[in-house]
Structures are given as structure tokens and as C-alpha cells.
């Protein structure tokens, strides 16, 4: 059974920084795009960033790019979420998601559909 699994999330103060971890397990981590998706209250679930786990390029959102840092450890199944210099506009709830059947380009990786599996999603709460 796949399971994602995130930790990392808390409240921190604008300006602060945070790291959100993903654990995948019970399916093939080392072949599928992995993503960061945030939805805030009364908004659409929304990209924030994207790999694909054979690959060395990255995916971020304009609202992020330079913010925000998405990696991997493929020895411990794990995506990371770097957040430094956090602001207001961040606070949502972030969820891990895994396709683990096609890549992840520039033009498909924040099609919220395209991913099987998702997390069950860890707070950020950003004050000011």
C-alpha cells in the first residue's frame, strides 16, 4: 500500500524558515515525479514544487522560485521542502504527492490531477 507520509510543518514568524519531510513507502520511490502542493482556506490547491526522482531538474511556482528548495534522499524515500524567508501568503496546508508512472516536465508538473498519491498534508501558519 503506498503511503506519503509529511512532518515538518509549525508556526514560525515572517521571515522565518521551516522544512517539511515526505516519506514514501510501498511502491518504487526511485521512478516517479514527486511534488509539493499547498491549499489555503478558500483557495484551489496549488504546484508549489516538483522533481522527478531521475532526474536532476527542479519545478517551483513564481510565488516560491528562490524561496523555496525541493530535494530527495532516494536512500530514505524521503522529499524535502526547504522554506526560508517564509511570509504571510505561504500559510496553508502542504501536501507530498507521487506520480509514479510518467515525468514530471516544466509544462505538466503542477497539474494537481496527474498525481495518485497524496500525503495527509502538514500545516504552515506564517504570522507577521
Known amino acids: 500500500q503506498v503511503q506519503l507520509v509529511e512532518s515538518g510543518g509549525g508556526s514560525v514568524q515572517a521571515g522565518g524558515s521551516l522544512t517539511l519531510s515526505c516519506t514514501a513507502s510501498?511502491?518504487?520511490?526511485?521512478?516517479?515525479?514527486m511534488a509539493w502542493f499547498r491549499q489555503a482556506p478558500g483557495k484551489e490547491r496549488e504546484g508549489v514544487a516538483a522533481?522527478?526522482?531521475?532526474?536532476?531538474?527542479?519545478y517551483y511556482s513564481d510565488s516560491v522560485k528562490g524561496r523555496f528548495t525541493i530535494s530527495q534522499d532516494n536512500a530514505r524515500n524521503t522529499l524535502y521542502l526547504q522554506m526560508n524567508s517564509l511570509k504571510p501568503v505561504d500559510t496553508a496546508m502542504y501536501y507530498c504527492?507521487?506520480?509514479?508512472?510518467?515525468?514530471?516536465?516544466?509544462?505538466?508538473?503542477?497539474?494537481?490531477?496527474?498525481?495518485?498519491?497524496w500525503g495527509q498534508g502538514t500545516q504552515v501558519t506564517v504570522s507577521s
Open positions: 504527492a507521487a506520480d509514479p508512472f510518467t515525468r514530471a516536465t516544466g509544462d505538466n508538473w503542477y497539474w494537481a490531477n496527474r498525481y495518485t498519491h
Open positions: 510501498g511502491y518504487n520511490y526511485a521512478h516517479n515525479s
Open positions: 522533481l522527478y526522482t531521475r532526474h536532476t531538474a527542479t
